[in-house]
């Protein structure tokens, strides 16, 4: 279930904690296999990051489960930053006028940058707190520190669908006001679905609270976006 730092792994099918992702004899390594599943513990483990990253881009359950438990996340906390930058442009651009002058057009982007920051912190604090009102042994079980890094690896991956928004800044204003709406929409919308689908990864909610769990996820997003709508009127004033 450890490794010899105390690191968590699990198997990437059906979530069931394991010893260990691999076996060495000799000269070669052979993926273990999951007691509970019978399959291969963790099929992304000699597998490159980009291939991973298109799986969780693709809403794959197990690329979710071993970017969180498996692998390591340090280059995923890069791809979070390169993220912020691109969510933060975007969503200058999208309130600035073309016309406006370089050090407006920079304001905007440092204030969209601190509302995107805030806005992760506070999706992470909501589900924290999903999680300690349906799995109050989760708590005393893996410990704060634990828990919180763990919801916070689930609000960067799901931010990865942040990376739809690029055709839109390539479009510029090549395209029209519905059409701009449309795939802001679409982009949320896949948003939605991969914090709902990673939560699930890591929430260890048992089956007749799952659709709960769910359910409070989605207030939480609503909630998330609710304050964006506000903090954007604000920056308008």
């Given at each position: 279930?450890?490794?010899?730092?105390?690191?968590q792994?699990?198997?990437?099918?059906?979530?069931?904690?394991v010893?260990?992702?691999?076996?060495?004899?000799?000269n070669?390594?052979?993926?273990t296999?999951c007691?509970k599943c019978?399959q291969?513990?963790?099929?992304?483990?000699?597998?490159?990051e980009?291939?991973?990253?298109?799986?969780?881009?693709?809403?794959v359950?197990?690329?979710?489960?071993?970017m969180?438990?498996?692998g390591?996340?340090?280059?995923?906390?890069?791809i979070?930053?390169?993220?912020?930058?691109?969510?933060?442009?975007?969503l200058c651009?999208?309130k600035?006028e073309?016309?406006?002058?370089?050090?407006?057009?920079e304001?905007?982007f440092?204030?969209?940058?601190?509302?995107?920051i805030?806005?992760?912190?506070?999706?992470?604090?909501?589900?924290?707190?999903?999680?300690?009102i349906?799995g109050v042994?989760?708590?005393?079980k893996?410990?704060?520190?634990?828990?919180?890094?763990?919801?916070?690896?689930?609000?960067?991956?799901?931010?990865?669908?942040k990376?739809?928004?690029l055709?839109?800044?390539?479009?510029?204003?090549?395209?029209?006001?519905f059409?701009?709406n449309?795939?802001?929409?679409?982009?949320?919308?896949?948003?939605?679905?991969s914090?709902?689908?990673?939560?699930?990864v890591?929430?260890?909610?048992?089956?007749?609270r799952?659709?709960?769990?769910?359910?409070?996820?989605i207030?939480?997003?609503?909630?998330?976006?609710y304050?964006?709508y506000?903090?954007?009127?604000?920056?308008?004033?």
């Open positions: 279930m450890t490794d010899g730092n105390g690191k792994f699990v198997c990437v099918s059906c979530g069931n904690p010893r260990e992702l691999y076996k060495k004899y000799s070669t390594v052979k993926p296999h007691n019978n291969i513990t963790d099929k992304y483990i000699e597998v490159e980009f291939i991973i990253l298109i799986d969780a881009l693709l809403l359950s197990s690329a979710f489960r071993h969180i438990y498996n390591k996340f340090k280059l995923y906390w890069k979070s930053l390169v993220v912020l930058l691109l969510e933060s442009f975007a651009r999208q600035r073309d016309g406006a002058n370089t050090a407006l057009y304001k905007g440092y204030m969209s940058a601190l509302q995107n805030g806005e992760y912190l506070l999706i992470t604090v909501l589900l924290l707190f999903i999680t300690v349906l042994g989760q708590l005393t893996v410990g704060l520190a634990s828990l919180t890094l763990t919801i916070l690896k689930v609000v960067a991956i799901s931010n990865f669908s990376f739809f928004l055709p839109i800044l390539v479009w510029g204003s090549n395209t029209t006001d059409g701009r449309l795939h802001y929409m679409l982009v949320t919308g896949h948003h939605l679905c914090l709902v689908m990673a939560y699930n890591v929430g260890n909610i048992d089956k007749h799952r659709w709960l769990s769910i359910l409070l996820v207030c939480a997003f609503i909630m998330k976006e304050v964006r506000l903090s954007a009127f604000q920056m308008m004033l």
